[in-house]
């Protein structure tokens, strides 16, 4: 064999293996197991643990250290899909979430999926078709399995984010039957489905409203225009002005006057042109605070019709997302019966009475709207057993509307 021909030979020999080599060495190891618990499916199911608990970083380590171990453990990428979920990370979530799907083999594994993608969407509404798209992955889901409890418990959630009430309520009553798991979470959203249903809430605002774990001052201000409609329930109980008749010597001494003016506007030749005077224009009250405020228009509608509780502050701010504590909440309601009911005397007439709660003293600011509201019913204990009113607590938005829907009975109101 020539010797040119013997080199280019070991030449090509040796770029064989220095590529052979680069392409080895760029490839990741998996790590080895350090002891027997230190599998793919256990770091998995501890990550999952930590996840209800809440310790996201705890639980995304854990889902690391089981890809680490296997990089086409499915669960794993699932799991860390929904770490990113809980803490706003869709994008990233959603490159999980393809990863998981890629590498699920076993039913078990794709139903994960298919369960994380729904509670994706639920959280993730950009797209307009988000409950549509939910809804194909539990139609997936119980495909591959139609007793399988997490999917009917996650589709019910994302009914419930809906405000489809009713099929919300189905769906957790199906979790209920199947007897497996999410069953106290099921029950729990059932009860909470039945306090919206006896609130009643008939607007769109309403119904989000019953979602909200803390009510804030905003939220008050939707809820007392929108489902309350105060403006046009003020606007029926406003007393006409009375017009005050002349007496007979004013009306013919305006008559005279009248009479001589225009006699003398007949010998002049100079008719004098007679302009209405303009109606005083309506004060509109604004605030510093809620130029971009997606609830601006009922903000601004609840200064104008003056609830005593819902002002500005001394700068001019409303603070929309200051939340509501019982007690203040108890104010505003005394002060929407008074105009209503016309009972001036209300936010006084209970100034020198015994508490009926242990924890609500006279003197405080609260006292007598707390004892107005509750002696007609309309709020009543938070803690029926220690019959503690709770003043300073917040309250949650089916509460507010639960009270609101009592204050339309005791008044009557449609």
Not at 124 to 153: G, R, T
Not at 214 to 233: G, P, Q, S, V, Y
Not at 266 to 276: A, D, F, H, I, L
Request: aromatic share 8%.
């Amino acid at each position: 064999m020539p010797l040119k021909k013997i080199i280019r030979t070991l030449i090509i020999l040796s770029a064989i293996c220095v590529a052979t080599f680069l392409i080895t060495s760029c490839v990741t190891k998996a790590r080895v197991a350090v002891n027997q618990l230190d599998t793919p499916g256990h770091h998995t199911f501890t990550g999952l643990k930590l996840l209800d608990q809440e310790k996201y970083s705890d639980a995304k380590r854990e889902f690391e250290m089981a890809t680490s171990l296997d990089a086409k453990y499915s669960k794993a990428y699932t799991g860390t899909a929904l770490v990113n979920i809980y803490t706003g990370k869709l994008n990233t979530a959603w490159d999980n979430l393809t990863l998981g799907f890629k590498n699920a083999q076993t039913a078990d594994e794709k139903l994960f999926v298919n369960v994380t993608k729904i509670r994706y969407y639920t959280v993730n509404k950009s797209d307009p078709k988000w409950l549509e798209l939910a809804k194909s992955q539990f139609d997936e889901a119980v495909v591959i399995d139609s007793k399988h409890a997490p999917a009917y418990y996650f589709m019910g959630l994302a009914y419930k984010e809906a405000l489809d009430f009713d099929q919300a309520g189905q769906v957790f009553a199906k979790v209920m039957q199947l007897k497996t798991d999410h069953l106290a979470d099921a029950d729990a959203q059932l009860k909470f489905l039945q306090k919206v249903q006896q609130a009643m809430p008939v607007t769109e605002a309403g119904k989000k409203i019953a979602l909200i774990d803390n009510l804030t001052r905003a939220d008050a201000a939707a809820l007392f225009m929108e489902e309350l409609k105060i403006k046009e329930l003020y606007n029926k109980q406003a007393p006409k002005a009375l017009e005050t008749p002349l007496k007979e010597t004013e009306k013919v001494s305006t008559e005279v006057k009248d009479a001589q003016k225009v006699l003398e506007a007949k010998e002049t030749g100079n008719v004098p042109e007679v302009t209405p005077p303009s109606p005083p224009a309506p004060v509109k009250l604004m605030a510093k605070d809620i130029a971009d405020h997606p609830l601006k228009t009922d903000i601004e509608g609840i200064l104008e019709t003056g609830v005593r509780g819902l002002e500005n502050d001394p700068k001019g701010n409303f603070n929309p997302g200051e939340v509501l504590s019982r007690g203040e909440y108890a104010i505003m309601l005394e002060d929407v019966m008074i105009k209503l009911t016309g009972e001036k005397d209300l936010a006084a007439r209970y100034v020198n009475s015994k508490s009926l709660f242990p924890d609500v003293p006279a003197d405080m600011p609260y006292f007598n709207a707390i004892i107005s509201v509750t002696s007609r019913g309309i709020m009543e204990a938070k803690n029926t057993k220690t019959g503690e009113f709770a003043p300073l607590k917040p309250l949650s938005g089916v509460e507010a509307l639960l009270i609101i829907r009592k204050l339309k009975e005791k008044l009557k109101i449609n």
